[in-house]
């Protein structure tokens, strides 16, 4: 039996710096028969997958995990 989820919005989004790569993680919030559940994702693989989910915008936030800190940053999308 298969139960059919779908996206429903991005609610946050994570960098992770694991033995120097970087890996871009979105908190996504999905929709179902049995109500709403949130898991990580690759931020790449969402944006392929659900495009209508990541509204351009000029400005966003990311948290950036260094050494067990949570670091939150503002940064510009487009490069100056």
Known sequence: ?????????????????????????????WAGPTGESATWESESRMKDSYPKLFPSSKFSRTKILLGGRVVTARFSLFSF
């Open 1 to 29: 039996m298969t139960i059919e989820t779908w996206p429903v919005r991005v609610e946050d989004r994570e960098v992770k710096r694991l033995r120097g790569n970087e890996i871009v993680l979105v908190k996504v919030i």
